[in-house]
C-alpha cells in the first residue's frame, strides 16, 4: 500500500515538473488569438480546453496570467491603468501549435458596472461554451470576499448545481504577501465563507506577488488537472 502511494506520489510530482517546464518552454509561443465584445464575435478555436479567469476590476488578472504562463519579462496580457477597462473576453494560447494545447481567457473585471456592461456576454459564454474546463475566480486576499465576489460567485454556484455546465470553478486568493499577521490568522474564517457563500467551490488556491512569486505552480498543476492534460511537449 505504501509502495503504492509513494509511486503515485512520484507520478504527480513528474506530472507538476512537466506542467511547469511545458509552460516556460512554451511561453514565447503564447500568442493572443482573439477578443470578444459580444455573443457573436466568441471564437470557435477548434474545441481545445478552455480555463477563464474572472475577479474584481484590477484584481490581478493579467499580472497573474502572465505569471501562469512565464511571461513576466515580455507580458502577453496588459493590465489597463483605469479600473474596468478591460470589456471582452480575450483569448490566449499555450503551446507549439498554431492554436496552442490550451486557451486562457481573460474575463472582463466585474464590479459597479459590470452587470450592464458585460454581464449577458460572460454568462452566455460559461453557458453554451462546452470547451470550458474551470472558471477562476480572484480574490484579493487583503480586501477578503466583497458584495461583487459574492454575487458573482453565487452565480456560478447556481449554475454548477444544474448539473449542465461541463466546467468546475475554483478561487484563487491573490497577495496574501500583503495580509497582516491578525488577517493571515482569519484564513480559516475567510475559506470557510467561501464554503458557505459557494458550496460546491473547488478548495481555493493562494498566491503572493513576491518574487518568484508563491502558488503559481498550484495554479499550472490546477489548469493541467482541468484540461486533462499530463504535459505541455
Sequence with gaps: MRRTQTILQQALRAA??????GFEKHSSSGKFLAAA???????ELHGLPEVVVAGRANAG?????????????????HSS????RTRALNFFSVGP????????????????????????????????RTQLRRVYV?????HGIGKSDELFLEMLDALSQTGSVPWTYQAIFTQIDRMSTAQIGEMAKLKDE??????????????????PRLGIESVRSSILEACGLLTLD
Excluded at 98 to 110: E, M, N, S
Excluded at 119 to 126: K, T
Aim: charged share 20%.
Design 81 to 84: 491603468k483605469k479600473a474596468g
Design 61 to 77: 488578472k493579467s499580472t497573474l496570467l502572465n505569471a501562469v504562463v512565464g511571461r513576466t519579462t515580455a507580458p502577453l496580457m
Design 97 to 128: 501549435s498554431a492554436y496552442g494545447k490550451l486557451i486562457l481567457v481573460d474575463a472582463p473585471g466585474y464590479g459597479r458596472v459590470s452587470k450592464q456592461e458585460w454581464g449577458e456576454l460572460f454568462e452566455h459564454y460559461i453557458e453554451q
Design 37 to 43: 465584445q459580444t455573443i457573436s464575435s466568441i471564437p
Design 138 to 142: 480572484l480574490l484579493n486576499a487583503p
Design 194 to 211: 467561501l464554503h458557505r457563500i459557494a458550496p460546491t467551490c473547488l478548495p481555493p488556491l493562494f498566491t503572493a506577488s513576491l518574487k
Design 16 to 21: 507538476r515538473r512537466n506542467l511547469n517546464d
